[in-house]
């Protein structure tokens, strides 16, 4: 067997060699820059984009893990962002949030929370297998966060329009239940869940609801602000106990970077993690990092300064038009079909009569890296402002790879849907 491993260099590379280096490994990649990726990369305008990265420099070095004892900077501009975003939500007085490194991170630490509620609640359950109802359309998050804590995951089916059947969630409830979830929207097809259904139900039955805001948590509001009917999924549903919401997507701001609020400060407390047991003395935190970029706060806190109420109403007004144009421009394009109606910008779309595997694969080899879903099959990109500009290009490939697909039915992928 050859041993591929890579020897630990002596060192004394400069700068421009080692620039020319990351740029040559780069530079085989998928043109983000110019809308054709699906996902992974989010930008509104270069403006914005600057003052991110500018910021994120200036407290390069800082550490978040740091704010109470050094960096008080950093704290008070965490503070800052969760405040805003407790302002968004509409969550009450009692209300308090974390800054965290992404939405995986974020549904972890709630559903930590979750689960210290029920176990305040109900001592004798300790050690036993407790359970979160779920939408089947969840993201893996989730997974992970239940096979950390072993939580059994149920996963509830939809409705016809692909959002969470609130009937199927009640069934699946007992009480063993520490939690539900609905999210908004869905990454599989976009759609926000019935909230204040599950709110309803989680009230009656007293369990904690979480709502997955990762991808419309900073925008969603925005899209109702300027009068799209995006449904409402925040803490005005009396039963909604904890949502989480990226500001690395549609936030606009540097990664790493969500956040997790909560509508009470004690369950902020049920997330953290306290320990007494090492020669340092108490250490706690309320999220599941240790060390956090300090640069990350700064961004955040200076995109959501720039931009404002005004400069997000502006990103989602142009998010807006521009989904309505790609629905529009697949809509129009005989044999495919939208599987959902978005309710912010990820659309999901495939065909009844030819194999829509066949199209995305015609469409990488024309440098367009394509989303996949398989139930139903179907072609997904979570759309953001740097699709734009590459509309026209991607519209007439899609058409004529469709036109290919078509012409020979028969033919099917070997392609599988993968994340
Ligand atoms: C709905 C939803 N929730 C959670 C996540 C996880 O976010 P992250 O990748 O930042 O951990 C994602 C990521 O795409 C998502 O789409």
Redesign the pocket.
Known sequence: MTNTRNLFPKGGRDWPDLQRDIRARCADDVDWQHGRTP?FVFRNDQETYEIGRNAFFECFSENALGRKRAFFGIGSMEKEVLDFGLDLFSAPESGTGAFTS????S?FIAIKAAREAHRDLNPSHRGETLNIVVPITV?P?FDKAADAMDLEMRRAPLRADKRVDPAEMQKLIDDRTIAMVG?AP??PHGVVDPIDELSAIALDAGIWLHV?A??GGWMAPFFTRIGRPTPNFDFRFEGVRSI?A?L?KFGYCPKPA?TVFYRDVTDLERATFKSNSWPNGPFETATLVGTRPGGAVAGAWAVLNHLGTEGYEDAARRLAEMTDRYCEGISAIEGLELWSKPDLSIINYGSSEFDIFVVAENMVSRGWLSGLTREPKGMHAMMSLLHDGSREEFLSDLQECVYLARSSPKVESQLHAKY
């Open positions: 996902l992404g939405g995986t991170e549904i993201h998050a999210s869905c990454f997955d990762c991808v989480s990226d690395h969500s």
